[in-house]
């Protein structure tokens, strides 16, 4: 209850900054974020990061009275770190969680990590979470390319060209060394907010044209768990979201299917999976919902902040949504909400997000 009035509150925050911030800089449409046209960032190295911290001093001196008592310090937000990992921690060490928790550190975690050895940082990539800015902002320090906005889209995430190795390339002693030192970090949000952007993503939008997602995947999952099938409304339909709910639920009969999809099950795996977050020490795990104050927050503690700064987060886009998610949800089935949640439960309880009660019930 308490992290998600906290998240609440924070988001309530950034809207008013974002509020006085859009009247300046032009209006950006929120589809466009983490999207093919994320480019149009406007990150300008040697800048600093916007906003965030403000040091206690400088409050009151602040001429803009709206943003400073909005920013929390680099102390309190320490803090709110801190407790985050305080909590990671005892989760990892409950025994009930265990299967959902522990993961080894496979070449596929390995895979999902970037290394940016110019500045000692690896980041776990977690789709859907605005990976795609944080990308940016590695490759830009890797020395590639001068600054975010140079970045041709299509290479972000062309991991041959664009100057930003994974981890998985580099020899057991170069790994072994660079987990033990660099600053980690990844970003996380609501579970079930995840589950239907990636939804809607992959299957309703699918705005960088990966066209096997609703032709190959898309009928693989309806056709095992669409229930009132009706003859010729596969074809038309598409994937609706509770297929998708019943395929990610079924923790056993989906593995032949998951072998089936390879690499792009990257999008609704469980956060824990991709980043085997109780078997590395990160450093920092930063919570979308509140990116503005995370992000300042990171490039702090990795000590960049002077280097490059996080792309302009459009209004309203990093906040938890209830109606979204009770939309999504409305008219399924209780059976396929609670086998979905017993599924990404480690997520929820990791990350310290709200058991979805009103779904559940
Ligand atoms: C372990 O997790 C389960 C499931 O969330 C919870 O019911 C239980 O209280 C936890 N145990 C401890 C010791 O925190
Ligand atoms: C954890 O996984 C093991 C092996 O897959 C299984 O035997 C066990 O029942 C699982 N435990 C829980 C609590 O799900
Ligand atoms: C929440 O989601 C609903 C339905 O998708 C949308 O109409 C509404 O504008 C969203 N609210 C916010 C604050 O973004």
Excluded at 329 to 335: L, P
């Amino acid at each position: 209850m308490r992290h998600r009035w906290l998240f609440l509150g924070a988001c309530g925050w950034v809207l008013l900054i974002l509020g006085f911030v859009t009247k300046i800089i032009s209006h950006r449409a929120v589809d466009e974020y983490d999207g093919r046209h994320g480019g149009q960032s406007s990150t300008v190295p040697g800048r600093t990061a916007r906003k965030f911290p403000l040091p206690t001093a400088e409050k009151t001196v602040s001429l803009q009275p709206d943003q400073s008592s909005a920013a929390p310090t680099m102390d309190e937000w320490d803090s709110v770190v801190e407790r985050r990992l305080q909590l990671l921690s005892t989760v990892c060490k409950n025994s009930t969680l265990r299967n959902l928790t522990h993961i080894p550190i496979s070449k596929f975690v390995l895979d999902r990590i970037f290394v940016c050895d110019k500045h000692n940082i690896l980041f776990c990539q977690t789709p859907k979470v605005g990976n795609t800015q944080w990308k940016k902002v590695l490759i830009t320090l890797n020395g590639a390319f001068s600054g975010v906005e140079e970045i041709p889209e299509n290479l972000v995430h062309d991991h041959e060209k664009n100057g930003l190795p994974r981890l998985s390339s580099l020899t057991p002693q170069e790994i072994t060394h660079r987990l033990r030192s660099y600053f980690k970090f990844f970003i996380v949000r609501d579970p079930f907010e995840r589950l239907i952007s990636a939804f809607s993503d992959k299957f309703v939008k699918n705005p960088r044209f990966e066209p096997w997602y609703r032709h190959d995947i898309a009928p693989a999952i309806i056709r095992k768990y669409r229930r009132r099938q009706r003859d010729g409304e596969r074809a038309a339909s598409g994937l609706h979201f509770e297929d998708f709910v019943r395929y990610l639920g079924d923790v056993e009969g989906r593995r032949r299917l998951d072998r089936q999809f390879g690499g792009h099950i990257i999008h609704w795996m469980t956060y824990a999976e991709l980043c085997a977050p109780c078997d590395i020490p990160y450093d920092v795990i930063g919570h979308h919902e509140t990116l503005e104050q995370d992000a300042g927050y990171i490039l702090k503690r990795a000590g960049i902040e002077h280097l490059v700064s996080y792309p302009d987060i459009p209004p309203g886009i990093t906040c938890y949504n209830k109606s979204k998610i009770e939309h999504y949800f409305s008219g399924m089935s209780k059976r396929d909400i609670r086998r979905l949640y017993a599924r990404f439960q480690g997520d929820f309880d990791l990350f310290g997000y709200q058991k979805p009660y009103f779904l559940l019930n």
